[in-house]
């Protein structure tokens, strides 16, 4: 049963905080993501990686950096954390994908923080 | 313009009843389609590919119009169970497989 887990269901940080939001996958996939999932916007990816220490910009990294040193574990993180940076934030990985080919994507059951 | 777009619902239907979705995209050269289902405070997971000569699955039957650019799911003999949020999902085969992900469309079937 494949499995994609993240550290905390719910996180209530405070404005200017360092805030590490961390994903771990046990079946080996090379790619991983982080989003944000907010009412109306649907899912938005912040950064992925291709692998290990590989990591790349997705549509909205301003105010996140990541961190890939295994290949289980990617970790997002808020270096200061700001009020609209509250939402949903799911992690997922996939298989490698040669061109033209498609491998399913899953997902974690996704942190939920807030920002006071 | 969005680059998936979905109309947000909530489609409430009774149960048996018939339901579709659609979903257009802006980008033509996308490759591949599918749409993912999210119950209510759970992740997004895969209900099905699109295949450009359609495909079913079980009550669930996709459909692509790749000239006009939009992807649809029927329903049949709704169930309570079907209640969710349903995901049309992009595949942008632009080098690295990105897909990107519609806003949702929300589904109540109700007894």
């Known amino acids: 049963d494949v499995k994609v887990t993240q550290s905390s269901r719910y996180l209530v940080k405070r404005t200017g905080e360092k805030v590490f939001l961390e994903c771990v996958q046990d079946?080996?996939?090379?790619?991983m993501f982080w989003y944000r999932q907010d009412p109306g916007l649907g899912l938005r990816l912040i950064y992925f990686?291709?692998?290990?220490?590989?990591?790349e910009k997705g549509d909205i990294p301003e105010g996140y950096s990541v961190s890939r040193e295994k290949k289980e574990r990617f970790s997002l993180i808020l270096e200061s954390a700001s009020t609209n940076q509250t939402s949903m934030y799911l992690c997922?990985?996939?298989?490698?994908?040669?061109?033209?080919?498609?491998?399913?994507?899953?997902f974690g059951p996704g942190t939920r923080l807030t920002v006071l | 313009r969005k680059e998936v777009e979905q109309d947000p619902g909530p489609f409430n239907v009774p149960e048996g009843a018939t339901v579709a979705f659609n979903c257009t995209y802006s980008?033509?050269?996308?490759?591949?389609f599918f749409w993912y289902r999210q119950d209510c405070r759970k992740e997004p997971k895969l209900l099905m590919s699109?295949?450009?000569s359609g495909n079913e699955d079980g009550r669930f039957t996709a459909q692509l119009n790749r000239a006009s650019q939009y992807i649809s799911l029927l329903i049949r003999d709704s169930k309570l169970s079907d209640s969710a949020t349903y995901l049309c999902?992009?595949?942008?085969?632009?080098?690295?497989?990105?897909?990107?992900f519609g806003t949702g469309t929300r589904l109540l079937v109700s007894p």
């Open positions: 997922a990985s996939r298989r490698f994908m040669a061109g033209g080919s498609y491998n399913e994507q899953f």
């Open positions: 079946m080996d996939h090379e790619n």
């Open positions: 990686s291709y692998d290990v220490k590989m990591k």
């Open positions: 980008n033509s050269a996308s490759q591949s």
């Open positions: 699109v295949y450009s």
């Open positions: 999902v992009v595949n942008q085969n632009t080098g690295f497989q990105k897909l990107v």
